[in-house]
T-cell receptor, first 114, second 110 residues
Framework: NAGVTQTPKFQVLKTGQSMTLQCAQDMNHEYMSWYRQDPGMGLRLIHYSVGAGITDQGEVPNGYNVSRSTTEDFPLRLLSAAPSQTSVYFC?????????????FGPGTRLTVL | DQQVKQNSPSLSVQEGRISILNCDYTNSMFDYFLWYKKYPAEGPTFLISISSIKDKNEDGRFTVFLNKSAKHLSLHIVPSQPGDSAVYFCAASEGNQFYFGTGTSLTVIP
C-alpha cells in the first residue's frame, strides 16, 4: 500500500514549456485534489475531483488543467508554464471528500519555471 | 483574500511545556476545521479535527478548541516533545473545498 505517490519529485521548466505532474493513489479513494504551496500563502486548492470523470475548480485554477479518467490517477497539466507557477505541488486524496474523511497527501513536486 | 489566517509564523517552546498554535478564519460557512503537521520534504499529515458544532476535541496530547463567535481555533500540545517540531497548518472546509492557513513553524527545544 503506497498511499499517494507523486512524480517527479523535482522539475525545472523554461517559460512556455508544458508538462504533466503525475499523482496516483492505491486506496480506492473517490476524492483527489491538487494544491500548491507558496511562501506566505499556505496551501491553495487548484483543482479537485469527486470521482472518475468529474473535476472542478478550486481557489487558483488558472493555468492548470486536470482530468480524471480512472479512480487511481489525477494528473495536473501545465500547458504553458510561467514563472508564477514556480511552487511546491501537493496531491491529496480522501475516501469521499466529505469533511469527516481524512485527506492523505503525497510527498510533493517542487517545480521551478525559469 | 486569505480566509484562514495563522498570524504567528513561528513559535519556540521548551520540551514538556504547552504549545499553543492559533488560527483565525473569516468565513462563517466553514463547517469543519482541521490541523495538519508537516515535516520538511514531506506532505502534510492529518493531526486532529473538529466539527463546527463542537467547541473542543481531544486526542492524546493534542486538543483543538473552537470559538465560533470569535472565528478562532487553537491547537494545544501538552506536553510538547522535540518530535513535535514541524510546521502546523490549520484548515477549514466548506463543502468539498478546503482552505489552509499559512502555517506556524513550531520548534520544541530539548
Amino acid at each position: 500500500n503506497a498511499g499517494v505517490t507523486q512524480t517527479p519529485k523535482f522539475q525545472v521548466l523554461k517559460t512556455g514549456q508544458s508538462m504533466t505532474l503525475q499523482c496516483a493513489q492505491d486506496m480506492n479513494h473517490e476524492y483527489m485534489s491538487w494544491y500548491r504551496q507558496d511562501p506566505g500563502m499556505g496551501l491553495r486548492l487548484i483543482h479537485y475531483s469527486v470521482g472518475a470523470g468529474i473535476t472542478d475548480q478550486g481557489e487558483v485554477p488558472n493555468g492548470y488543467n486536470v482530468s480524471r479518467s480512472t479512480t487511481e490517477d489525477f494528473p495536473l497539466r501545465l500547458l504553458s508554464a510561467a514563472p508564477s507557477q514556480t511552487s511546491v505541488y501537493f496531491c491529496a486524496s480522501s475516501r469521499t471528500g466529505e469533511w469527516t474523511d481524512t485527506q492523505y497527501f503525497g510527498p510533493g513536486t517542487r517545480l521551478t519555471v525559469l | 483574500d486569505q480566509q484562514v489566517k495563522q498570524n504567528s509564523p513561528s513559535l519556540s517552546v521548551q520540551e514538556g511545556r504547552i504549545s499553543i498554535l492559533n488560527c483565525d478564519y473569516t468565513n462563517s460557512m466553514f463547517d469543519y476545521f482541521l490541523w495538519y503537521k508537516k515535516y520538511p520534504a514531506e506532505g502534510p499529515t492529518f493531526l486532529i479535527s473538529i466539527s463546527s458544532i463542537k467547541d473542543k476535541n481531544e486526542d492524546g496530547r493534542f486538543t483543538v478548541f473552537l470559538n465560533k463567535s470569535a472565528k478562532h481555533l487553537s491547537l494545544h500540545i501538552v506536553p510538547s516533545q522535540p518530535g513535535d517540531s514541524a510546521v502546523y497548518f490549520c484548515a477549514a472546509s466548506e463543502g468539498n473545498q478546503f482552505y489552509f492557513g499559512t502555517g506556524t513553524s513550531l520548534t520544541v527545544i530539548p
